[in-house]
C-alpha cells in the first residue's frame, strides 16, 4: 500500500511563505499524478495543484502565480512552495497520488493525513 506523508504545514503571518513536501512510500508502484488539496473549516475540500509525472500542472485560480507545485520522480516527493500567503489560504493541506502497482497492475488513490497552514497576523 502507498503511503504518504506530509510535512511542513505551520503558522505564518500574511504576505509570508511556506514549503510543504510529501512522499510516498511502499513497493512496487508508478505515480501518474500528485496533487495538493485543502479543506478549510465548513468548506469542501478543493484542489490547489496537481502535477502529472512528466511535469504538466494545473492550480486552483486563487494561487496562481503566488504557489508552485514541482516533484521529485526519483524520491517519489511533491512539493507545493506557497507565497504571498492569505488568510483565506489557512486550511489543513492534504497530499494525493494516484498511479498503479507495477507487480498486480491494481490502481491505486492515496492520501496523506494533513497537515495544517494557518495563515494570520
Known amino acids: 500500500q502507498v503511503q504518504l506523508v506530509e510535512s511542513g504545514g505551520d503558522l505564518v503571518q500574511p504576505g509570508g511563505s511556506l514549503r510543504l513536501s510529501c512522499a510516498a512510500s511502499?513497493?512496487?508502484?508508478?505515480?501518474?499524478?500528485m496533487g495538493w488539496y485543502r479543506q478549510a473549516p465548513g468548506k469542501m475540500r478543493e484542489l490547489v495543484a496537481r502535477i502529472g509525472s512528466i511535469g504538466s500542472t494545473n492550480y486552483l485560480d486563487s494561487v496562481k502565480g503566488r504557489f508552485t507545485i514541482s516533484r521529485d520522480n526519483a524520491k517519489n516527493t511533491v512539493y507545493l512552495q506557497m507565497n504571498s500567503l492569505k488568510p483565506e489560504d489557512t486550511a489543513v493541506y492534504f497530499c494525493?497520488?494516484?498511479?498503479?502497482?507495477?507487480?498486480?497492475?491494481?490502481?491505486?488513490?492515496?492520501w496523506g493525513q494533513g497537515t495544517q497552514v494557518t495563515v494570520s497576523s
Open positions: 511502499g513497493s512496487s508502484f508508478s505515480i501518474y499524478f
Open positions: 494525493n497520488a494516484d498511479g498503479h502497482y507495477t507487480d498486480t497492475g491494481r490502481i491505486f488513490d492515496s
